[in-house]
């Protein structure tokens, strides 16, 4: 089995920041990329950012300059800094990761349980 979980989601003010974390345990080969999504009620899933094993980074616009995905893979946790946070950045906040489990030729998506993200004042 692999679980994914995260921890850091809270309140903030409009302006302020949180740093969100993603540690995968379990069975695991390897992890490949891994992102971070957001929902909030009645919409689809927003992917935010993801990063490669190598590091390389991708943001949703409405993110970019505030936001930053980073990545440990000695511990398989991914990160999301964000900064300058707005009251349209509450959501609930998911990661994601392609993980290979040991013995499997083929990696799986797997999410985490998510964790809420409010701005407000």
């Known amino acids: 089995q692999v679980q994914l979980v995260e921890s850091g989601g809270g309140l903030a003010q409009p302006g302020g920041s949180l740093t969100l974390s993603c540690a995968a345990s379990?069975?695991?080969?390897?992890?490949?990329?891994m992102a971070w999504y957001r929902q909030v009620p009645r919409k689809e899933r927003e992917l935010v950012a993801t990063?490669?094993?190598?590091?390389?980074?991708n943001y949703v616009d409405s993110v970019k300059g505030r936001f930053t995905i980073s990545r440990d893979n000695a511990k398989n946790t991914v990160y999301l800094q964000m900064s300058s946070l707005e009251p349209e950045d509450t959501a609930v906040y998911y990661c994601?990761?392609?993980?290979?489990?040991?013995?499997?030729?083929?990696?799986?998506?797997?999410w985490g349980q998510g964790t809420q993200v409010t701005v407000s004042s």
């Open positions: 379990g069975s695991i080969d390897s992890v490949g990329n």
């Open positions: 994601n990761a392609l993980v290979r489990r040991l013995g499997s030729a083929v990696p799986s998506f797997y």
């Open positions: 990063i490669t094993r190598g590091r390389s980074t």
